[in-house]
């Protein structure tokens, strides 16, 4: 399939710490549609975390406890929030810690498992790796200021999210003077392997000084 016709989300979290599944939960989430030439904020919400946010995570995001007192759960707002995933390519930078998050989170409150409801999954640090190995990292802050890409509220959900939706769109027309315009294409690029499934992935095998919370 040819990629600029895929319908993608661009997806951030912000969460109470690193472990999903575990004791960590999500404070913010946001996704952003990226068809062709429009990127457009489909979703964006803070969360109850059910649990004290950490004094850290506050001084790095800015979400205290007092702010998502009154915002839904997970459970309120997993059903509309998952209207905006299903059947786009799922992405972000560090996209494991992300979807990594996400899936725990559905796990609990939903039958069907976030990953069978997405076309396909793509994180932009692998294909930052592949791109701009020139770099010294690629977490956001450098990739975005490599490709000239402002982030107007870092460290949060939507700005976050708005911003690698920008880098995707610069990553993918790099990929394109590479000669790669289809996703078996940037399955080549990235070395991943291909599979029978129509969710094929290419997600990195580590975050790469990426992003975390």
Known sequence: MELHT???????????????GGIDRVTEVAAVHV???????????????GRPIPWMITRLTGID?????DAPTFRD????????????????????????????????????????LLM???????????????????NLDAVAHHYGVSIADRHRASGDALATAEVLRALLRDASHRGVHT??????????????????????ASSDGADGV
């Open 35 to 49: 068809d062709g030439e429009r990127v457009s904020l489909a979703f964006h919400s803070l969360v109850n975390p």
């Open 65 to 69: 406890d007092a702010m998502v007192r």
């Open 77 to 116: 707002l997993a059903g509309e929030f998952a209207a905006h995933l299903v059947g786009r390519v799922f992405v972000a930078h560090n996209a494991r810690f992300d979807l990594g998050f996400l899936s725990a989170e559905f796990a609990r409150v939903a039958p069907t498992p976030l990953p069978e």
């Open 120 to 138: 396909g999954q793509l994180c932009t640090v692998r294909l930052a790796r592949r791109l701009l190995n020139h770099l010294p990292r690629r």
């Open 183 to 204: 996703w078996e294409d940037l399955e080549t690029l990235l070395g991943a392997r291909t599979s029978r499934s129509r969710r094929r992935r290419a997600m990195p």
């Open 6 to 20: 895929l319908p993608f989300v661009v997806v951030d979290v912000e969460t109470t710490g690193g472990q999903p």
